[in-house]
C-alpha cells in the first residue's frame, strides 16, 4: 500500500524552529518528486515547497523562502521540511504529498498531515 | 503568480443532482489544472489531472473539462459521499496555486 506518514509537528513560539518529517512506503520513492501543502485552520490549501528526486531542485513558495527549507533522504525513504523563524502565520495542518508524474506536478498521494502552531 | 478563482464558493444541491465547479486562471495554464476533493479531518484526495483524467479509482460521475484559463469539474449525479470541499490547482507556473475551493452541500 502507498503511504506517507508525516511527523514532527507541534507547539512552537514565534521566532522558533522545528523540523517536519514523512515517511514513505509503498513506492520507489527516489523516482518521484514530492512536496509539502498547508492549511491554515478554517482555510484553503496552500503548496510550500517542491523537491527533484534525487533533491538538486527545490521551489518554495514566497512567503517561506529563506526560512524553510525541504530536503529529502532516499536510502531512508524520507522527506523533511526544516522550518526556522517560524511565524504566527505559520500555523497550519502540513501536508507531505507525491507528484504524480514527472514535471506534472499535480499531488496523487497525500499524508494525514501533521499540525504546527505558533504561538506565544 | 496564477492567481486560480473557484465559483461558487458554496453549491447547494440535492443527492442526484447534477454538480458544475468551475476554475478560472488569471492566465493560460494549458491543461495543467487538477482536482481535489477533501472531506472534514481528512487529506485531500486527487480527482482529475490533466484538466480531465480521472485519477486511478475515481468514479466516472466526476468529470473535467477545460484547458487555458476556464476549467470545469462535474459531477454527474450526486452521491451522499460527495458533499465536500472541492480544489483545484494549476501546475503550469512556479509557485504552484490552488483555488479557495468550493463546498458542495445538501
Known amino acids: 500500500e502507498v503511504q506517507l506518514v508525516e511527523s514532527g509537528g507541534g507547539l512552537v513560539q514565534p521566532g522558533g524552529s522545528l523540523r517536519l518529517s514523512c515517511a514513505a512506503s509503498?513506492?520507489?520513492?527516489?523516482?518521484?518528486?514530492m512536496s509539502w501543502v498547508r492549511q491554515a485552520p478554517g482555510r484553503g490549501l496552500e503548496w510550500v515547497a517542491n523537491?527533484?528526486?534525487?533533491?538538486?531542485?527545490?521551489y518554495y513558495v514566497d512567503s517561506v523562502k529563506g526560512r524553510f527549507t525541504i530536503s529529502r533522504d532516499n536510502a531512508k525513504n524520507a522527506l523533511y521540511l526544516q522550518m526556522s523563524s517560524l511565524r504566527v502565520e505559520d500555523t497550519a495542518v502540513y501536508y507531505c504529498?507525491?507528484?504524480?508524474?514527472?514535471?506534472?506536478?499535480?499531488?496523487?498521494?497525500w499524508g494525514k498531515g501533521t499540525t504546527v502552531s505558533v504561538s506565544s | 503568480e496564477v492567481v486560480v478563482t473557484q465559483s461558487p464558493a458554496t453549491l447547494s444541491l440535492s443527492p442526484g443532482e447534477r454538480a458544475t465547479l468551475s476554475c478560472r486562471a488569471s492566465?493560460?495554464?494549458?491543461?495543467?489544472v487538477a482536482w481535489y476533493q477533501q472531506k472534514p479531518g481528512q487529506a485531500p484526495r486527487l480527482l482529475i489531472y490533466?484538466?480531465?483524467t480521472r485519477a486511478t479509482g475515481i468514479p466516472a460521475r466526476f468529470s473535467g473539462s477545460g484547458s487555458g484559463t476556464e476549467f470545469t469539474l462535474t459531477i454527474s449525479s450526486l452521491q451522499s459521499e460527495d458533499f465536500a470541499v472541492y480544489y483545484c490547482?494549476?501546475?503550469?507556473?512556479?509557485?504552484?496555486?490552488f483555488g479557495g475551493g468550493t463546498k458542495v452541500e445538501i
Open positions: 492566465r493560460s495554464v494549458l491543461s495543467n
Open positions: 490547482q494549476q501546475y503550469n507556473n512556479w509557485p504552484l496555486t
Open positions: 504529498a507525491r507528484i504524480g508524474r514527472i514535471y506534472q506536478y499535480y499531488m496523487d498521494v
Open positions: 509503498g513506492f520507489t520513492f527516489n523516482t518521484y518528486w
Open positions: 523537491i527533484r528526486q534525487d533533491g538538486s531542485e527545490q
Open positions: 490533466g484538466a480531465s
